[in-house]
């Protein structure tokens, strides 16, 4: 058995494997010790002597010790981590692809010839959202925010550009000018439309990232994985941004866990 585990700065994704068969967990993430090793496999509750390797990833999983109840733990760089999560996920096939962790914060990673580079990211994802809407409607539950955005209609605080333009190339009527512009001058909006237009935001910004390295790299598609996707409020913004360069999303189940599986994949392949 192989037990892979990224330690996010939110959430630590731990992915058990054992003949083909994937077992997923996940677990708020802690100070990074080997007493939250501890506690990770009390909660999956797997006997460490079935283990032949952990392969980590994440946060500062480089500074962990190299055995763990004299089972080796293999480090795997996270960019690597993110593109063969991608490929082994995704059954991808092309020799160029990009990759999209979209996490606390969002990671771009090109893959050319099973060759991984940082392409860059940025700082805003889920712990932005999370962040924001705790601080404006005291509401920090993923699951909860999401379904009370999409009961909300964040125009009333977006102007779009059809709104305030005529026409300006090729951009849609109904893409946003300006997020919470309208709150300027009426701060009295419901706890639906605000968090309807963070969501909105914040899927606006990791589609724009996702779409201009899609451009540079001159692939139609990128895969996700992370957690944020999961929020169909999020994931509306991203594809509506993606759409506007004719790129596409590519989603699947159990995304959240790309970078474990990606782990226990360079894990499997290089030791």
């Known amino acids: 058995m192989i037990i892979g585990i990224d330690f996010g700065i939110t959430n630590t994704d731990i992915v058990a494997y054992k003949e083909n068969n994937f077992e997923f967990f996940s677990i708020k993430s802690e100070k990074l010790n080997t007493n939250f090793l501890e506690k990770i496999f ?23 010790c190299d055995l763990y109840n004299n089972v080796p733990i293999i480090k795997v760089n996270e960019v690597k981590a993110i593109g063969c999560g991608a490929k082994n996920l995704y059954e991808i096939e092309e020799a160029s692809y990009v990759a999209i962790s ?44 999401d379904k009370i955005a999409l009961e909300g209609d964040r125009k009333n605080l977006d102007a779009l550009i059809g709104e305030v333009v005529n026409d300006i190339g090729s951009l849609y009527p109904d893409i ?11 701060t009295s909006h419901s706890n639906e439309d605000v968090l309807a237009s963070i ?21 139609d598609r990128v895969y ?48």
């Open 199 to 219: 969501s909105n935001m914040i899927g606006e910004v990791i589609g724009t990232i996702s779409y201009l390295n899609a451009l540079l790299m001159n692939v």
């Open 102 to 145: 979209a996490g606390t914060g969002t990671a771009c990673v090109a893959c050319n010839d099973n060759v991984f580079s940082h392409l860059g990211g940025i700082s805003v994802g889920g712990g932005t959202l999370l962040g924001l809407s705790n601080l404006i409607t005291n509401i920090n539950s993923a699951d909860k925010l």
């Open 224 to 271: 996700f994985v992370g957690r944020v996707t999961l929020l169909e409020s999020v994931k509306k913004g991203i594809d509506k941004r993606l759409s506007l360069a004719n790129i596409s999303g590519i989603y699947k189940e159990n995304r959240e866990f790309g970078n474990a599986l990606g782990a226990i994949a360079y894990a499997n392949k290089n030791n």
């Open 176 to 186: 946003t000018a300006s997020n919470f512009v309208k709150s300027v001058d009426n």
């Open 42 to 64: 009390d909660f999956i509750n797997i006997d460490i002597n079935e283990v032949e390797k952990i392969a980590i990833t994440g946060g500062k999983s480089s500074d962990l």
